[in-house]
């Protein structure tokens, strides 16, 4: 399809199109001759991992450059673009930046908590960006002096343990994969965070016995 026809398609301006193109995000299409380039599904995907992440997840330019650098990447494999657009997506650093160097910085105590989570469920261990995080997480509760205690983690891990893996969806292109990985995890990430907000205000009320808005 012409360009033309590739902005109809995707909903996206031919303007949008040729600032994609000259930014890297969107691979050329193939040359028919020296004026006309003609695109195929793989644009049209691109185009709307675009969009998906410019308007649903709201990323910038550059971050999103920064997945589709990982999806064009003959070297990398599925999981490297399942982590990215995960990182992205939640807002989290990536794995060997200053994230991951405040945890070496900080008390070994952390460390150990998560890893007695992963051993407790059998979870794969590796490094990663996902395990620099809550380690640093833990640690930076327990700087504060909120107390993280094994139990309370476990209870935690039982939980997302079941959310997931039943939200994991590794079938379709890379493009495919990547939106659907960026769009559920800043989707559910809100809706585990509204639930768990609505708990604690639920509970909050039944031992308060004090009814809302009194």
Known sequence: MKLSALAEATGTSTASIKYYLRAGLLPPGAKRNQ???????THVERLELISALRQLVGLS???IR???DVIDDPQAGMLDVM?????LAGGLPPLGTAAQAAADERTAAA???VTAVIEAQGWPDTPSAARAAATSVVAELTELGLKVG???LQLI???????????IEISGSRDRVAMHVAVGTHRYSRLVLALLQLGQTSHSI????????R
Request: proline fraction near 2%; glycine fraction near 4%.
């Open 150 to 152: 094994d139990e309370y």
């Open 61 to 63: 330019i550059e971050q």
């Open 157 to 167: 891990a039982r939980a997302v343990d079941m959310i997931s893996d039943s939200d």
């Open 35 to 41: 004026t006309t380039a003609v695109y195929d599904d």
């Open 111 to 113: 460390e150990a908590k």
């Open 206 to 213: 039944a031992r308060s016995g004090e009814q809302p808005g």
């Open 83 to 87: 982590e990215t657009a995960q990182l």
């Open 66 to 68: 920064t997945l589709t």
